[in-house]
């Protein structure tokens, strides 16, 4: 079995289609696991912090038809219980709306790290980071799509929240008082306008959500070669490319700029039609109001209470249309959702099947074997290989054949050969980073201080203090591996000579502690 190689290129072009939904829900599957969850505890509060909020709304957009009535019939003490009223509502509405914001802030956060650990707990899985890496590229900058793609991803859905849960219920309810004050003629009138802006909206956000896609692509490609050139500054130097990097670099900001240009220009009828709709909507509340007042439906009730009545009926009407354009003005950000889901789900459905897959190839290796587990071979056999044939995992053309061998403690082994020989696929094929094409390759002993180390050809530096670096990664997978106090550490630096190297003069013991900056790592290396 081999480890899968460039996956072929499918061609299909995101869009707000079944598989956006498909990637959709398996993403909300990860953010809301279960209904006890507390992601699911917040959004239901949510969910009640906002109907309180349109209710309150509701109280309070009746208060400007409240005063035409006082103010007309020059009622004093009703004009000033209605002003505290007011006063007192709006308080209230702007406590809830300030909660509502804080809650959605909270969802963001819990969203992000819930999403981010999924990805994590995949992505870190066996080496299926290294298969995503260097062995496929079907799959452009997983780091971006788990840092940034998720944070706008669970930034954007914050930010809907509320206004998608409170939807249904405030559409129902001033649907229903809509046609209490207008007849069937007013519902009828807004849902179609309605339908039409949804339609429109639909039409114009297809192009959008591809070109997303593309855009965030090529703002990956663009940070990876500075990320390029920050990792590989002293080779770059020593080549003195500065000039060549900075003409490639170019390159690549003007591809960027040259697809978000065409983003904007699709963008703009998007906005175009988005804005067409908002303004027209204040147009249409009045058409509809007219319509019964013009026919004589009101013509016995007095200029005061005409006034009142036309106040009240506007603001249900004007709600009920702002209900369905804060639905259709999310268009703009429902096509930043859907790219970023098709991102996020195309990533975590290569994630799934390369765990599956590299978990049925440790197990065909016996690398999932228990340590200590006994074998049919001698206890001092490390590896045995049988008949291994090895190729690259985009290449057909073999580069081992037949390779039988077996590998045992205390046992050196050199060898040697022409580059491009398969010295080092052969240690690959070893570490379990590559399958062989053909033949059988068994680990027989555990990795870690007691079995097997594999030493990269180029070094790897992580994040940490100089302890951290010196006892790297046995002491965080094995914390049995043995003691690793500074004393210890401190002799075997010097007798690698690399305490004068970094600390000429210095405190040795305090460096340990201390996080290495790059010339240190330079020193170092």
Same mark, same amino acid.
């Given at each position: 079995?081999?480890?899968?190689?460039?996956?072929?290129?499918?061609?299909?072009?995101?869009?707000?289609?079944?598989?956006?939904?498909?990637?959709?829900?398996?993403?909300?599957?990860?953010?809301?696991?279960?209904?006890?969850?507390?992601?699911?505890?917040?959004?239901?509060?949510?969910?009640?912090?906002?109907?309180?909020?349109?209710?309150?709304?509701?109280?309070?957009?009746?208060?400007?038809?409240?005063?035409?009535?006082?103010?007309?019939?020059?009622?004093?003490?009703?004009?000033?219980?209605?002003?505290?009223?007011?006063?007192?509502?709006?308080?209230?509405?702007?406590?809830?709306?300030?909660?509502?914001?804080?809650?959605?802030?909270?969802?963001?956060?819990?969203?992000?790290?819930?999403?981010?650990?999924?990805?994590?707990?995949?992505?870190?899985?066996?080496?299926?980071?290294?298969?995503?890496?260097?062995?496929?590229?079907?799959?452009?900058?997983?780091?971006?799509?788990?840092?940034?793609?998720?944070?706008?991803?669970?930034?954007? @859905? #914050?930010?809907?929240? $509320? *206004?998608?849960?409170?939807?249904?219920?405030? /559409? =129902?309810?001033?649907?229903?008082?809509?046609?209490?004050?207008?007849?069937?003629?007013?519902?009828?009138?807004?849902?179609?306008?309605?339908?039409?802006?949804?339609?429109?909206?639909?039409?114009?956000?297809?192009?959008?959500?591809?070109?997303?896609?593309?855009?965030?692509?090529?703002?990956?490609?663009?940070?990876?070669?500075?990320?390029?050139?920050?990792?590989?500054?002293?080779?770059?130097?020593?080549?003195?490319?500065?000039?060549?990097?900075?003409?490639?670099?170019?390159?690549?900001?003007?591809?960027?700029?040259?697809?978000?240009?065409?983003?904007?220009?699709?963008?703009?009828?998007?906005?175009?039609?988005?804005?067409?709709?908002?303004?027209?909507?204040?147009?249409?509340?009045?058409?509809?109001?007219?319509?019964?007042?013009?026919?004589?439906?009101?013509?016995?009730?007095?200029?005061?209470? @005409? #006034?009142?009545?036309? $106040? *009240?009926?506007?603001?249900?009407?004007?709600? /009920? =249309?702002?209900?369905?354009?804060?639905?259709?003005?999310?268009?703009?950000?429902?096509?930043?959702?859907?790219?970023?889901?098709?991102?996020?789900?195309?990533?975590?459905?290569?994630?799934?099947?390369?765990?599956?897959?590299?978990?049925?190839?440790?197990?065909?290796?016996?690398?999932?074997?228990?340590?200590?587990?006994?074998?049919?071979?001698?206890?001092?056999?490390?590896?045995?290989?049988?008949?291994?044939?090895?190729?690259?995992?985009?290449?057909?053309?073999?580069?081992?054949?037949?390779?039988?061998?077996?590998?045992?403690?205390?046992?050196?082994?050199?060898?040697?050969?022409?580059?491009?020989?398969?010295?080092?696929?052969?240690?690959?094929?070893?570490?379990?980073?590559?399958?062989?094409?053909?033949?059988?390759?068994?680990?027989?002993?555990?990795?870690?201080?007691?079995?097997?180390?594999? @030493?990269?050809?180029?070094?790897?530096?992580?994040?940490?203090?100089?302890?951290?670096?010196?006892?790297?990664?046995?002491?965080?997978?094995?914390?049995?591996?043995?003691?690793?106090?500074?004393?210890?550490?401190?002799?075997?630096?010097?007798?690698?000579?690399?305490?004068?190297?970094?600390?000429?003069?210095?405190?040795?013991?305090?460096?340990?502690?201390?996080?290495?900056?790059?010339?240190?790592?330079?020193?170092?290396?």
């Amino acid at each position: 079995m081999a480890v899968p190689g460039p996956a072929p290129k499918t061609g299909a072009r995101p869009k707000l289609d079944v598989q956006f939904l498909q990637r959709f829900l398996r993403i909300q599957k990860v953010l809301f696991p279960s209904w006890s969850s507390q992601n699911v505890l917040m959004f239901l509060t949510l969910l009640c912090v906002a109907l309180l909020e349109q209710l309150v709304i509701y109280q309070v957009g009746l208060i400007p038809s409240q005063y035409y009535g006082v103010l007309g019939n020059k009622d004093l003490d009703g004009f000033k219980a209605l002003t505290f009223l007011a006063v007192v509502l709006i308080v209230l509405n702007s406590t809830l709306k300030s909660f509502d914001q804080f809650i959605s802030s909270l969802l963001y956060v819990s969203w992000r790290k819930d999403l981010t650990e999924h990805l994590h707990r995949l992505y870190f899985r066996t080496r299926v980071y290294y298969t995503l890496n260097v062995l496929r590229d079907d799959i452009d900058n997983p780091d971006q799509r788990i840092s940034q793609d998720v944070e706008r991803l669970c930034r954007q @859905l #914050s930010s809907m929240a $509320s *206004k998608l849960i409170i939807s249904p219920f405030t /559409l =129902i309810y001033y649907t229903l008082q809509c046609l209490q004050s207008t007849g069937w003629l007013g519902p009828v009138s807004i849902f179609g306008y309605f339908i039409l802006g949804t339609v429109v909206n639909k039409t114009l956000m297809g192009p959008i959500v591809a070109k997303l896609v593309q855009q965030e692509k090529l703002e990956g490609d663009f940070r990876f070669k500075h990320m390029q050139i920050r990792v590989n500054a002293e080779p770059a130097a020593f080549y003195r490319a500065g000039h060549v990097e900075h003409m490639r670099t170019d390159r690549r900001l003007q591809r960027l700029l040259e697809t978000q240009r065409e983003l904007m220009s699709r963008e703009l009828w998007l906005y175009i039609g988005v804005n067409t709709f908002d303004y027209m909507g204040s147009i249409l509340s009045y058409i509809i109001i007219a319509i019964p007042i013009f026919s004589g439906v009101y013509g016995d009730l007095s200029p005061t209470e @005409l #006034s009142t009545l036309v $106040s *009240k009926n506007a603001f249900v009407c004007i709600y /009920l =249309i702002s209900c369905f354009t804060k639905l259709i003005d999310l268009s703009t950000t429902l096509s930043d959702v859907a790219g970023y889901t098709h991102r996020i789900g195309e990533l975590q459905e290569a994630l799934l099947d390369m765990s599956l897959t590299s978990q049925d190839f440790e197990s065909e290796r016996g690398l999932d074997r228990a340590p200590g587990c006994p074998t049919a071979e001698p206890v001092d056999t490390a590896f045995l290989l049988e008949r291994v044939c090895i190729s690259a995992p985009s290449s057909a053309k073999p580069l081992v054949k037949d390779l039988s061998l077996k590998i045992c403690e205390g046992q050196s082994l050199l060898i040697t050969g022409n580059t491009g020989t398969g010295k080092t696929s052969l240690l690959r094929v070893l570490g379990g980073l590559w399958a062989s094409s053909h033949g059988s390759v068994q680990m027989l002993t555990d990795f870690g201080p007691h079995g097997v180390l594999f @030493l990269p050809q180029k070094p790897f530096f992580t994040d940490g203090t100089l302890r951290e670096q010196v006892i790297y990664p046995l002491k965080e997978i094995y914390p049995d591996s043995g003691s690793a106090d500074d004393e210890r550490i401190m002799r075997f630096l010097e007798l690698a000579g690399l305490v004068r190297c970094l600390v000429p003069g210095g405190d040795a013991k305090a460096l340990l502690c201390s996080t290495l900056l790059p010339a240190a790592k330079v020193r170092s290396a």
